[in-house]
């Protein structure tokens, strides 16, 4: 009876579908699991190539990159290159894929982006950076963490990425990690000690990459005790010397990216800002509700604008705030009724800006803000509230749909 197809190789075929990983890239028939059942404790935990031990990635999965095989031979790359890896996120190990390498601060990608140093990592250094040790290599710092639900069983994983790679021997100059974790006492990797756990190069063509290694768990699955290695202190130190810095790099592509921590945080105040607006409405509505006798309506129009939005605006950074703390941002939480509710929200909004204008614009040349005009009438701070935000939603309308056009230009040139 043949042997069923490991859950992992299943998993991470409908994950690199999802990301659209191109098939001409792929070299199936080097595809490896190296989870329990296809890579038992009885097999080694390490392998010496080169004269350097590298760890076996046990609890991931290789999904094969295609390789310049006559260029492979050439060097004898199979032979006399070590084993390395670059934790990285999926978008630059894609790219790098395509570039057929790893690429240097400095670097102009085939899209024409000029690639930084990640902010948060060390300046100046313009290396590429790798490792052979796939825990060091899995470290937050370096290696992304995405949420996948399964097609095939609606069930979630955790998946996080590393490049598999080759490295020519003298290319490479050994250092210590650089997350700290010397000064705390911690040792990250059993098997290659915290002075040697980093090689760098400014010789790109010295890295061959031919893995993408995708260690995949079912969600809020816990880690096994071998596995789980304690993160050392991520914030920065007041002072980084040559012997001990604090952070490393990820330049494997488009690396003006920030740590995603700092997104979160952007998103959640950025909604509770913007739920401020529609409070204000409310509040307003409530104040002066009867302060108009010119259009009354107006009062009503701030009350639901201020329900509406206030309600919508708190649902979204719950939505963030519950996802946050789940797997992964990109968790997907009733995908469908979201979509829905969505579009019904931006239609309601666009009506009830229509409405607005409709009762407040045609009031400009006759409202009096002298509450003795008891007939043109309306409270001066109620309505030039309104009438501004009536114009900033225009405005934001015009932004956006200048926003579109200038990036559909910018891609149609570019194409």
Known sequence: MAKSECENLRVGHEYLESVAWPSVLRQQAHNRCYCKRCYPSTLPDTLTVAGYKYVIPRGWTRFAVSVDEPIAQFHNV?????????????????????????????????????????????????????????????????????????PNNSRMYTIKVVLQCKQKADSITVQPETVGARAKQIEICPHIPNEELEWKTQNRSAVLIYGLMLEIKPCNEDDSPTETIPIPDQSPPLKQTRDAPQYSLDISTDSDEIYFTKKKIAILIILILFTLLPVAALVLSQIYKADCPIEPRISFWLFIFGVVGAGTFLLLFFIALITFRCCSERLKIGRGIGACLLCLLILFFLAWLIMGSIWVFPLKAKVQFDPSNTENYCQKILYMFIFGLLLAQYGCIALLACTGVITAAYFKYRN
């Open 78 to 150: 199979w032979k006399t290159w070590l084993n390395c890896y670059h934790g990285t996120s999926i978008e630059n190990a894609r790219s790098a894929v395509e570039h057929r390498q790893l690429l240097l601060p400095s670097d102009v990608t085939l899209a024409g982006k000029k690639l930084k140093i990640r902010e948060g990592h060390i300046p100046g250094e313009n290396y590429v950076f790798t490792t052979p040790s796939i825990t060091y290599a899995a470290l937050e710092y370096y290696a992304h963490t995405y949420t996948f639900e399964s």
